[in-house]
């Protein structure tokens, strides 16, 4: 793809297999506090959301948002052997590299884990920035973790591709003027089409043949 000089990535259902390690944790915390357990496709559709929508979505409440989310980041702290890469990722972001793309992470999940999580599964080192939840004062859909990935990285978005497994990961990328690419074996099956990616990928590798 002529042009592009950096990727950015989602982490969660696009670097990530974190299906056990978000979906647990949040099954746990509602238990803990005596919420009703959702079916799990509802819980994985809310993943990607900031913390405060997140439950109020699972709950209908904001009352305990504070105590769900301690309980939450405490079991995944607790159980980061949860999270795996995808199949194919350690090869894809070492042929980045060896391209000399810019590599960055933009995710909405605490700094903490997030670069556990890359550090476990043996991949921090490929990513020259990466923005967590605390990095940015707004959070995808709105362009301002790309921006800040950008701003760190030295280069402007038409330069740039955003990928990611949910519509708030394309409508960020289109937000901040990046190229985008959503990845189709992450968490989300709904609204592939609203908003219209670039180009979909059913695999990481297949990253590679776009570029």
Do not use: C, W
Not at 15 to 43: M, N, Q, W
Not at 81 to 92: A, G, Q, R, V
Not at 162 to 168: A, N, P, Q, Y
């Amino acid at each position: 793809m002529e042009g592009v000089t950096t990727i950015l990535f989602d982490i969660d259902g696009t670097i990530l297999d974190t299906r056990e390690f978000i979906i647990k944790a949040a099954e746990h915390a509602l238990l803990t506090l005596g919420y009703k357990i959702p079916e799990r496709s509802v819980i994985a559709s809310s993943v990607g959301k900031a913390f405060p929508d997140f439950y109020f979505s699972l709950t209908g409440s904001n009352e305990d948002t504070d105590k769900l989310v301690e309980i939450h980041r405490a079991f995944q702290v607790g159980n980061l052997h949860l999270s795996k890469p995808y199949p194919n990722t350690l090869e894809t972001l070492s042929y980045l590299k060896r391209k000399n793309y810019k590599i960055a992470a933009v995710t909405t999940r605490s700094n903490i884990t997030s670069h556990r999580t890359l550090t476990d599964a043996g991949i921090l080192d490929f990513f020259d920035v990466i923005i967590s939840g605390e990095d940015a004062k707004e959070l995808k859909p709105n362009p301002a973790p790309l921006f800040k990935a950008l701003e760190r990285l030295g280069e402007i978005p038409e330069k740039a591709i955003m990928i990611g497994d949910s519509h708030l990961d394309i409508e960020a990328g289109k937000n901040a003027r990046t190229k985008t690419i959503r990845a189709t074996y992450g968490f989300h099956q709904d609204n592939m089409h609203n908003p219209e990616p670039d180009y979909f990928i059913d695999d990481i590798k297949d990253l590679i043949k776009i570029l």
